[in-house]
């Protein structure tokens, strides 16, 4: 979860980025802007685990924050979640 939660922090200096284990081996990260607006986000298991999911996370997360505050996401973003994919959630 650290690995996550460095990654994060790095993509939102801005922020105040805070993450809670869930039992599943997943995290509940939250963000915090200066006026005390939140945006909350769940992370898999994979997603903490794995540096390519870590890194899908992060970049789908930009996106999100983008668009929780009305801006446009980068277009770096964008093509990057193009070529990738979404992500996909399987049960275990």
């Known amino acids: 979860m650290n690995d996550l939660l460095n990654a994060v ?3 939102f200096p801005d922020y105040e980025v805070t993450a809670v284990a869930r039992p599943d081996r997943g995290c509940l990260v939250t963000l915090k802007n200066y006026d005390g607006s939140l945006v909350k ?4 298991a994979a997603q903490v685990s794995d540096e390519f ?11 999100d924050v983008a668009l929780h505050f009305g801006e446009l996401p980068q277009v770096e973003t964008l093509s990057r ?3 990738s ?3 996909a959630y399987s049960h275990v």
Request: aromatic residues 4%; proline residues 4%; charged residues 35%.
């Open 9 to 11: 922090t790095a993509a």
């Open 41 to 44: 986000r769940a992370a898999c």
């Open 53 to 63: 999911q870590r890194e899908r996370f992060v970049n789908t997360m930009k996106r």
């Open 81 to 83: 979640l193009r070529r």
């Open 85 to 87: 994919g979404l992500p």
